[in-house]
């Protein structure tokens, strides 16, 4: 996407400077550009949910020059560092007090002029990213069809070179990144774990749950045998304490009645 000259749908109040939350463009060129951004959104925000200084989005009006509302871009994946999620109209840079720090672009050959160039050089030397990737999901023009940038000791942008399975690691947030088809795939770059999409995600919390309480059935059914057989103890143990006493009351009326029948014996 091109940084934006907006059409403000309404003029602002009398003082005040109106940043626009939409632009009135479509969130993507195709369905799948769409569904890539959405995923790469929705993966991120999963995978840095308890982190209260991450803030992921995606297709978000980000305005990084005060005063003047023209000046934007929306990316079409984003990950700023120092601030914390929560749900955000736009993003102000000089509010939010950071710029992003990584970038994902999901290009093709109508938009690969903006993203080589117009953003590649803004990214760079304006907001001055940590790292940028670039993904041609139909290999229109990029060759490989997956490329990363990575901010080098001289504040430029310069290649990230890829593994040997085409895969690029992100240094920032510490994953692996590759071609799936025409989406990608994020693995964790220590576990090598790939993150799961939010069905994913939700089926493992489903499982994870329903071993959690599994497991408390079991020791609850343990626990339940544990006492069953204390009580079954404790009743065997009473009923050997009361034969017991039965014997001896026994016993002590036999030594008594012998005792009264020998005082009687002349």
């Given amino acids: 996407m091109n940084a934006r000259i907006l059409t403000q749908p309404a003029p602002p109040a009398a003082g005040s400077i109106d940043y626009p939350s939409s632009d009135g463009e479509p969130m993507a060129e195709t ?32 305005y990084y020059q005060e005063g003047d509302p023209q000046v934007c871009l929306s990316p079409d994946c984003f990950v700023a560092f120092g601030v914390g999620p929560g ?40 907001w001055k990213v940590d790292e940028y990737f670039l993904f041609d999901p139909r290999e ?24 040997a399975d085409g895969s690029v690691f992100s240094k920032r947030l510490n994953l692996k990144v590759s071609r799936d088809g025409r989406m990608l795939a994020y693995h964790d770059a220590e576990t090598g774990e790939r993150l799961p999409d939010v069905g994913g995600r939700q089926a493992r919390y489903e499982t994870k749950a329903r071993a959690e309480a ?14 069953e057989q204390r009580a079954n103890d404790e009743a065997d143990a009473r009923r050997a304490a009361e034969r017991i006493a039965r014997d001896a009351q026994a016993q002590l009326a036999e030594a008594l009645a012998e005792i009264a029948r020998l005082r009687k014996t002349p």
């Fill in 31 to 62: 369905d799948l550009h769409r569904r890539l951004l959405t995923a790469a959104t929705e993966l991120l925000i999963l995978h840095f949910a308890t982190d209260p200084k991450v803030y992921v989005s995606g297709n978000l009006l980000v």
């Fill in 140 to 163: 229109e023009y990029l060759n490989p069809s997956l490329q990363g940038f990575r901010r080098d000791r001289g504040g430029k942008l310069g290649p990230i070179p890829p593994d």
């Fill in 214 to 227: 599994e497991q408390v059935a079991r020791v609850a059914q343990q626990s339940a045998r544990d006492a």
């Fill in 87 to 126: 749900d955000r109209d736009t993003f102000k840079t000089w509010a939010e007090g950071v710029y992003p720090a990584v970038v994902f672009e999901f290009t093709s050959r109508s938009t690969r002029d903006n993203d080589l160039v117009k953003k590649f050089a803004i990214y760079q030397d304006v």
